[in-house]
């Protein structure tokens, strides 16, 4: 596909555009659940995941943001935030969505907000709305709430009394957003419920939201399917809704395997995208998403595989950008299959990556962010400065 000026121009006007926020919980050392492989340059503390991700926008252009845990990340709660916004400041990103974390501690056994011990409830909803104090002092747009409520046995929770739980926690949580204010509402089928998940679906997630009020959203993380589900699909509908609050990206090949985007499936991810741009172009206007990564890595470097996700997703956009639409609709409603599938291929199968180039060219940045990362000695001062901690965290795991 060759392009002309004026999709060279809207190309870049869309990669300008385009923002994808990088998750703090992705620059610290994380395993499965069978162990832990320790890496000495893998940060320590909440700046240095914060420093990881200034890293990762100062190579990419892309990722001003970066999404908090509050449990992991703000060890004094909401005395943390001034300093924190400050430091993310002088690292050149600002402090995103803000995550709770009602599943680690020992009380949530048996579930948070949809617990059957009506303590718990209170214990799970007053620690969700320190977050959104949390929120409205750190200026975060964006609540992020994940649960892993649910049953692992049949017979041992009332579905339906869940339910209700969970649609009385989350219009408290509601109830309490001003200003721009929103609270997205992920989804996953199993993991660490086995039997019952409470938002087990999309649908689930909408219902509650939809219940909720007009700030909550769905939020969608890729990995949290079953094998062959079609995502792009739920997010039409979502987006046809005005459901779709935001993204966690990140690949899986069995389950919620949190693998780098795309390196399975990068069609899929161009297919989320291109129903995006579709109905964009449709509406005349830019959908209110946030995209978000959701990704521990295990195995690679950290901070370069960030850069990496970073960059498969402004490729997958890109190309989803150069979709022939107007040509799309008329194969379509002509009934033409095969010119319809064609305008997605041609589209999937060109090379943007010299318009990335071009367009980072234009904005001062490195052609090449895995390169210019590697070439700046960041991981060698941050591996000096963090080895010693990062052998005490070996040792503690031990
Ligand atoms: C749960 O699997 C999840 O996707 C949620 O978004 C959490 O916040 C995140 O992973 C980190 O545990
Ligand atoms: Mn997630």
């Known amino acids: 596909m060759t392009l002309t000026a004026r999709q060279q121009e809207s190309a870049f006007q869309a990669l300008d555009g385009f923002a994808i926020e990088v998750p703090s919980w992705g620059f610290a ?19 240095e995941k914060i420093a990881d991700a200034g890293q990762v926008h100062r190579v990419t252009g892309c990722c001003p943001s970066v999404a ?3 449990l992991w990340d703000y060890p004094n709660g909401i005395a943390d935030v001034d300093s924190l916004n400050a430091y993310a400041k002088t690292q050149g990103v600002a402090i995103g969505a803000i995550n709770p974390n009602v599943f ?8 948070s907000l949809g617990n059957p011990d009506a303590e718990v409830r209170r ?45 009385e926690g989350l219009q408290m949580v509601h109830s309490q957003l001003t200003g721009n204010m929103r609270m997205l509402v992920e989804y996953k089928p199993f993991e660490p419920a086995f039997y019952a998940t409470d938002i087990a679906d999309w649908g689930m997630s909408y219902v509650l939201s939809k219940k909720s009020g007009p700030r909550a959203k769905v939020l969608v993380d ?18 046809s809704e005005d459901m779709l609050g935001g993204f966690h990206f990140n690949d899986r090949r069995y389950a919620d395997d949190d693998l780098t985007l795309g390196c399975i499936d990068p069609y899929a991810v161009f297919r989320i995208f291109h129903e995006i741009c579709l109905f964009e172009w449709e509406q005349g206007k830019k959908a209110d998403i946030a995209y978000m990564v959701d990704q521990s890595h295990n195995l690679k470097n950290k901070v370069e595989e960030m850069i990496q996700t970073a960059c498969t997703a402004q490729e997958m956009y890109l ?19 095969i010119d319809s599938e064609e305008c997605l291929r041609e589209a ?11 367009w980072r060219k234009s904005k001062g940045l490195a052609e090449e962010p895995l390169a210019a990362h590697r070439e700046s000695g960041y991981n060698e001062k941050a591996e000096a400065e963090r080895a010693e901690r990062n052998r005490g965290a070996v040792a503690s795991y031990a």
């Open 222 to 239: 890729t990995g949290h399917h079953y094998q062959g589900q079609n995502v792009e699909q739920i997010v039409a509908w979502l987006l």
């Open 348 to 358: 999937f199968f060109t090379d943007v990556r010299p318009l990335l180039r071009e």
């Open 104 to 111: 680690q501690d020992q009380c949530y056994k048996n579930g």
């Open 319 to 337: 190309k989803a950008t150069l979709v022939d639409r107007e040509k799309l609709v008329s194969e379509q409603m002509k009934g033409n299959l």
């Open 123 to 167: 214990t799970a909803l007053s620690h969700i709305l320190d977050c959104v104090e949390i929120q409205k002092k750190s200026g975060s747009r964006d609540l992020s709430l994940w649960f892993a409520d649910g049953t692992s046995y049949p017979g041992t929770g009332s579905v339906r009394a869940r339910k209700k739980w969970f649609e």
């Open 29 to 47: 050392n994380t395993g499965t659940r069978f162990g832990k492989f320790i890496q000495a340059s893998a940060a320590t503390t909440t700046p």
């Open 68 to 70: 908090v845990h509050v």
